[in-house]
T-cell receptor, first 111, second 113 residues
Framework: QKEVEQDPGPLSVPEGAIVSLNCTYS??????FMWYRQYSRKGPELLMY????GNKEDGRFTAQVDKSSKYISLFIRDSQPSDSATYLC???????????FGKGTTLSVSS | SQTIHQWPATLVQPVGSPLSLECTVE??????LYWYRQAAGRGLQLLFY??????ISSEVPQNLSASRPQDRQFILSSKKLLLSDSGFYLC????????????FGAGTRLSVL
């Protein structure tokens, strides 16, 4: 079983839709969870960072962590064409250890 | 504010040639530095990380090496490139109490032909 599983998509939605991106993980030692957005041929950009179970909101983005189920989600409200990118989940047990990435979900938002 | 620079952005090299990719971080001191490779459909793979000058840890045995000659400089090298070294190379940094949060550079796209 891979440490982090992420559906690669592609996921296509119309502008204004609510998008749900998900990752599951197997290592219960993971404590810190991140979502990165990567545009084509660019480096990943940090979107959200969470530590505890529950929800964290930042504008149109909400990150959700359920440690009991080993499941994390990123919700995008009122999706825009500029949200079209690959979204990577990442998690780490503690500083100094490897940041483990999912393979990314490619999202396309059409106008 | 902190910024990270990577160069070159794109590189095409013949098999068997040497490689040197450079990464520098500005606006911070004593960062943790990382080299990743991103191959199509395979996600990000950590290659090397460094917690200080001259301190390099390798995650994956391979044809590459890394060096940290200065606090904010991280270099990825190879003496002889292989076709399998092609990919998107990313440098990242983290610092301070949130050393688990990593920030990435723009990347170098390497094609070995």
């Amino acid at each position: 079983q891979k440490e982090v599983e992420q559906d690669p998509g592609p996921l296509s939605v119309p502008e204004g839709a609510i998008v749900s991106l998900n990752c599951t993980y197997s290592n219960s030692a993971f404590q810190y969870f991140m979502w990165y957005r990567q545009y084509s041929r660019k480096g990943p950009e940090l979107l959200m960072y969470t530590y505890s179970s529950g929800n964290k909101e930042d504008g149109r983005f909400t990150a959700q962590v359920d440690k009991s189920s080993k499941y994390i989600s990123l919700f995008i409200r009122d999706s825009q064409p500029s949200d079209s990118a690959t979204y990577l989940c990442a998690m780490i047990a503690q500083a100094g250890t490897a940041l483990i990435f999912g393979k990314g979900t490619t999202l396309s938002v059409s106008s | 504010s902190q910024t990270i620079h990577q160069w070159p952005a794109t590189l095409v090299q013949p098999v068997g040639s040497p490689l040197s990719l450079e990464c520098t971080v500005e606006g911070t001191s004593n960062p943790n530095l990382y080299w990743y490779r991103q191959a199509a459909g395979r996600g990000l793979q950590l290659l090397f990380y460094s917690v200080g000058i001259g301190q390099i840890s390798s995650e994956v045995p391979q044809n590459l090496s890394a060096s940290r000659p200065q606090d904010r400089q991280f270099i990825l090298s190879s003496k002889k490139l292989l076709l399998s070294d092609s990919g998107f190379y990313l440098c990242a940094w983290s610092v301070g109490v949130a050393k688990n949060i990593q920030y990435f550079g723009a990347g170098t796209r390497l094609s070995v032909l």
